[in-house]
């Protein structure tokens, strides 16, 4: 079974990842290209003074955008049309029962001190997710890895311990970047990676100057600017100045409280993909109270999804059901009953739990969300009526991934979402993965993750993944309210392809390379 360039046989469960809002216009002329030229200057929010190029720490949008949408490659990308297509491998085969993975890499590829790339820095690349004392949100992918095998300079076999159709589409997760074997540290110091763009300056936390790689081995098909500036803008109302009077060409996380502003500069537009982002209030399950089955889910039953939806996203978004696999996926199950708000069912489950009530303590920021604060002050209203105190702890935006979350017992937090099932599961929900923000542990769902993985009858694979939303849903940590649009906005002088990625934001946190100036 051979994969090339495009999806194909088992590789189809992301189809649906390629879908996008209509509310994103073509911005291409038709039989006009895309020129070259010119300094972007983006507006990031999620930027960190912890920030640095180790990819295996990257967990918000500045140093996605500018790891691996910028300065280094994967092995693996998702196309804007959702399907995925080789980046530093240029083609990949399979054994039937998908446990064994041939990755062709691709030839005349240098790093940016000129060191070429090959097989020796493919292995040593993933074997850094695994290594004694790494703190990776990707181990848990190459943990799966039993084998890897160098055939020559430019080919490795992969053998996994189970089979996973899903796999290529997991080399494509943004902590994977690649480094060269043997200068791994410094390549971290200095940003050394194979990408379109090299690095000029970086100061964590603030701003990163790149500049375009001659003779790149992507050719003129992509990274179309002469430099680009990245700052660091993590308050929302600085980022929609900066974009209004044109001190940016784009930003990320618009506050659709602002959508008539935007809408009425004739200078900017806002481009909004609908994908499976969500945002979340994840409970460490092994701290009470939230280690009570009953009162997880009477605070379930005390939000009320819908207010959220229209007051937090003012539309820009669907009510969510406590799990995280989103319309956009390819088992995504609708039909599941839904979380409704409902006061009373929440008294109920409380005392069924031996309480006549209940106090605690929700932190927030809008770093982890743009109006997580507000959504938080939403929820301490409607949980109220069903006798739940919850006190909203404002934390600081910054150092708030490395403070608060994985560390506070309730919090407030956001997903990109995956293109698969098996990826967003096990990223976040798999019994020990560093990024299980919850720490839930459920026999059956981890029984189901391990054989749904491996499973290639898609209509076997459709009844797991729906039992385990089933779970996640009604005993899992996370409150999950909303799904949220990714809206973003650009100045009318930036163009692109008609398809803009719904796999993250600002399409596929690839716009650096995607993207042009018309004039």
């Known amino acids: 079974m051979t994969f090339n360039m495009n999806r194909r046989g088992l590789l189809k469960a992301g189809a649906a990842a390629g879908i996008v809002a209509a509310t994103v216009k073509p911005a291409m002329a038709a039989g006009h290209g895309p020129k070259k030229g010119g300094t972007l200057r983006l507006g990031l929010a999620g930027a960190n003074t912890s920030d640095s190029w180790d990819g295996r720490t990257h967990s918000d949008s500045f140093m996605i955008v500018m790891g691996h949408g910028a300065v280094f490659d994967c092995l693996t990308e998702i196309a804007a049309d959702g399907s995925l ?17 041939t990755f062709n890499l691709r030839k005349g590829v240098t790093f940016h001190d000129g060191k070429p790339f090959g097989a020796d820095d493919m292995i040593a690349s993933l074997q ?62 200095s940003g050394n990676g194979t990408g379109l763009y090299k690095v000029e300056s970086f100061d964590p936390g603030v701003r990163c100057v790149v500049s375009r790689v001659a003779g790149h081995y992507k050719g003129d098909d992509a990274g ?28 990320n996380r618009v506050d659709t409280k602002a959508e008539a502003l935007y809408n009425a500069n004739p200078n900017v537009e806002i481009f909004e993909v609908t994908g499976n982002q969500h945002y979340t209030l994840p409970m460490l399950t092994n701290v009470a109270p939230f280690d009570n089955l009953q009162v997880r889910q009477a605070l379930k039953h005390a939000i ?58 929700l932190s927030a920021a809008n770093a982890a969300f743009p109006g997580a604060i507000d ?141 042009w100036f018309d004039a």
């Open 85 to 101: 297509k080789g980046e530093l491998a240029e083609s990949w085969e399979a054994s039937a029962d998908a446990k064994t993975w």
């Open 224 to 251: 179309h600017f002469d430099s680009i500036e990245a700052i660091a803008i993590n308050d929302s109302n600085a980022r929609q100045t900066a974009m209004m009077t044109g001190q940016v060409d784009a930003i």
């Open 128 to 189: 850094m997710h695994t290594a004694d004392g790494a703190k990776s949100a990707a181990k848990p992918i190459v943990e799966a890895v039993v084998d890897m095998k160098k055939m020559n300079d430019h080919q490795v076999v992969l053998t996994l311990k189970a089979g996973n159709a899903d796999f290529p589409y997991l080399l494509s997760d943004y902590h994977i970047l690649m480094y060269p074997a043997g200068a791994e540290s410094e390549a971290i110091a």
């Open 304 to 361: 009320n999804r819908q207010e959220m939806v229209d007051k937090i996203l003012l539309g820009h978004g669907a009510v969510a059901n406590d799990h995280p696999i989103g319309p956009a996926n390819q088992f995504y199950a609708a039909d599941l009953p839904q979380n409704d708000y409902d006061p009373e069912k929440a008294k109920s489950l409380l005392k069924a739990a031996g309480m006549d009530g209940l106090k605690v303590n």
């Open 375 to 515: 959504a938080a002050q939403l929820y301490q209203a409607s949980a109220k009526a069903a006798g739940i105190e919850i006190n909203v702890v404002q934390e600081p935006d910054d150092g708030y991934w490395s403070n608060v979350w994985l560390k506070k017992p309730w919090c407030a937090c956001y997903w990109s979402g995956r293109a698969t099932e098996d990826w967003m599961f096990s990223t976040a929900y798999e019994s020990g993965v560093p990024w299980n923000d919850t720490s839930w542990e459920n026999a059956r769902f981890q029984e189901l993750l391990l054989t749904a993985r491996a499973e290639l009858d898609s209509a076997k694979r459709k009844d797991m993944y729906t039992e385990m939303q089933m779970l996640c849903s009604s005993e899992g940590g996370t409150v999950v309210p909303m799904y949220a649009n990714y809206v973003d906005a650009h100045s009318t002088k930036l163009k692109h392809a008609e398809a803009v990625g719904n796999n993250f934001q600002m399409d596929g946190s690839r716009l650096c390379e995607r993207w």
